[in-house]
């Protein structure tokens, strides 16, 4: 999974509800590193370096270790009894043993599972032992025809040992189920059963153009940012029928989708420092902003004021703090109703409609709410213990009271969790920081919203797959992946192509969230292209195509059940056009895609290097059927 670029400093914590919670030593948690300086390329520069390259190819696999016995015993839920996790086909998990030291020295649950398969963690083709006359003491002997079996698999590892070995085996069992949500935004349709089948294709509400050629509609160029920051959060950005919104420095401004003139601006007290992805059905969403502009005495002033904004009036419903001393923010989402904004300090929900407060920390609290995941339903990343010895209770929650639903309570230890998706709910984790790459994910976590029990779980180990979630502070921003249909849809790292002069390449692949295997479905990106799904519609999946230096990028359907690629656009060529593209990696910036518009946009902002260096801070392109 691909390195998430450094967000700036973060404002310090302090005052709120209750006392803060344990913290390691330095005090703060660790944080990722700052953007690289000069931010995106100019119109008509050359092509940018490092994309395309040569990398190493993965090596093949060792043989799986033999599986444990059983499943581990379970662990008493917070408030709740929970139901041990089941035993997991042998295939994708870490390599990691039963009672090795797992993170912040917890024993690793055993999950009934080897080690990983070859190729990029895909089902490994297993064979049973046949049992042998010879009773008591004789053991068991391989036959002839197993043996022939197990040397071809050998064999096929060998060959493809620096490849990808895909699943051809599907549990689809060919029901159509539309339920769909994406990457932390919710959806709509979405179920909360217990898994089943699921991956057929939907009628999605996305119309295939007569033709996907797309021209540029606008730029809105970079605001100016002061000599003395190093670079200041810009993210945010929405779309409605009637406008696309996007967050500047310290001020939200609303732009006209074909034309790109700005509509209207909403003032600012401070800068941005977080924003949900939601959008309500009558157009409101919700930011965290500083409450004064940083200075050079006084570079940050805490991300105190949750702010509700109107997104077709182009006006702030409301500005509210909470606690005496006011809590510094990390994260916000919308859930109903419901405004839900998370901390260190603990989680405050107020209603949408005048921000009063509906529920807040107590005193007395010993758990703290550090984030939300919003959408159809809300679900709280609840921390409890010290750093040393973290425990993390995933609860679904009633939006308008917060009383927990469900509860699962992960694996001691385990600092950091993002929710990917609350309906069907998934969570993701890098246990025992084994993703290696700083995704924040080595594993996903199926649950049951209604039950609180964990359906399966995924492995999903960095060197193999590329999506990422910032699960310190903003819990809800995991990018570069889909689910719906109770399936969950990530890109494949880059590796080597069948092209000539070091192509690279990728796909996107399904698990199931029921029963945590490969679908054996695959979407190719193609030579040179790599693939990031964006969101569902329906039972589809909507993907961008990152292109090689000399063509246009492009968005493309899925379906869900046939895996066949529609491409609904397809950008401009041209090299002033494809400079400002491939300064917004879908890893780095913000994409929204609807009825053959594009929107790409930066997440900071940054002093230009030169003078004479023009910088984007959005691009919107189109197409004319």
Not at 31 to 45: D, E, M
Request: charge should be negative; glycine fraction near 14%.
């Amino acid at each position: 999974m691909t390195q998430p670029p450094p967000p700036p400093n973060q404002p310090p914590q302090g005052g709120g509800f209750g006392p803060p919670p344990d913290q390691p030593p330095s005090n703060q948690p660790p944080q990722p590193p700052t953007p690289p300086a000069g931010g995106p390329p100019n119109l008509g520069k050359g092509p940018q370096p490092g994309y395309g390259y040569p990398q190493t190819a993965p090596q093949a696999p060792a043989a799986p270790p033999t599986p444990p016995a059983g499943p581990p015993q379970p662990q008493p839920g917070y408030g709740y009894p929970q139901t041990p996790p089941q035993p997991q086909p042998g295939y994708g998990y870490p390599g990691q043993q039963p009672g090795q030291p797992g993170p912040y020295g917890q024993p690793t649950p055993a999950y009934g599972q080897p080690g990983q398969p070859p190729g990029y963690g895909y089902p490994q083709a297993t064979v049973p032992m046949q049992p042998q006359p010879g009773g008591p003491g004789g053991g068991r002997k391989i036959n002839a025809q197993l043996a022939i079996i197990v040397a071809a698999v050998v064999a096929i590892a060998l060959i493809i040992g620096g490849g990808v070995w895909y699943s051809k085996s599907s549990d689809d069992g060919g029901k159509d189920d539309t339920a769909s949500s994406s990457g932390g935004t919710g959806g709509k349709g979405g179920t909360d059963e217990k898994g089943g089948d699921g991956g057929g294709s939907g009628a999605g509400t996305e119309k295939v153009p007569s033709d996907p050629a797309a021209k540029v509609l606008f730029q809105v160029p970079a605001p100016p940012v002061s000599k003395d920051d190093s670079s200041v959060v810009v993210s945010g950005s929405w779309l409605t029928d009637t406008v696309y919104a996007k967050s500047g420095v310290a001020e939200v401004a609303g732009y006209d989708p074909d034309k790109g003139s700005k509509k209207w601006a909403i003032k600012l007290a401070g800068p941005v420092c977080a924003a949900s992805r939601h959008v309500t059905d009558d157009n409101k969403t919700v930011i965290i902003h500083q409450p004064a502009m940083p200075t050079k005495a006084e570079p940050s002033h805490g991300c105190t004021q949750v702010a509700v904004l109107d997104l077709d009036a182009g006006k702030t419903v409301w500005t509210k703090t909470a606690g005496d001393q006011p809590i510094n923010f990390s994260n916000v989402t919308i859930s109903g109703d419901t405004v839900a904004a998370g901390s260190t300090e603990g989680g405050v929900g107020f209603g949408i409609a005048k921000g009063d407060i509906l529920w807040s920390p107590k005193a007395t609290d010993s758990c703290y709410d550090a984030g939300y995941g919003g959408g159809e339903k809300l679900v709280a990343v609840r921390k409890c213990g010290s750093y040393d010895a973290r425990q993390l209770n995933i609860q679904t929650i009633d939006p308008k009271s917060g009383k927990v639903i469900s509860e699962y309570k992960m694996a001691q230890g385990i600092e950091y969790a993002g929710v990917v998706s609350t309906n069907p709910l998934v969570v993701a984790a890098d246990v025992g920081d084994s993703a290696g790459d700083g995704s924040g994910i080595s594993d996903f976590f199926s649950i049951d919203n209604k039950t609180g029990k964990l359906l399966t779980r995924i492995s999903a180990p960095g060197e193999q797959f590329a999506a990422r979630c910032d699960t310190i502070t903003k819990i809800e921003n995991c990018t570069g992946l889909a689910v719906g249909a109770n399936r969950l849809y990530i890109p494949t790292e880059e590796h080597e192509g069948s092209g000539e002069s070091y192509s690279r390449t990728n796909e996107v692949v399904a698990f199931d969230l029921a029963t945590g295997k490969q679908t054996g479905q695959r979407a190719d990106a193609g030579e040179d292209y790599t693939i990031t799904p964006l969101r569902m519609d329906g039972g589809n999946v909507i993907a961008y195509k990152r292109p090689p230096y000399d063509k246009g990028g492009q968005i493309v359907s899925i379906d869900g059940g046939t895996f066949k690629q529609t491409t609904l656009l397809e950008n401009p060529a041209t090299e002033a056009v494809r400079d400002v593209e491939a300064s917004m990696s879908p890893d780095y910036s913000e994409i929204l895609y609807s009825q053959g518009h594009l929107y790409m946009s930066q997440v900071f902002a940054s002093e230009p290097t030169s003078a004479d260096e023009k910088e984007y801070l959005a691009i919107g392109f189109g197409t004319s059927g």
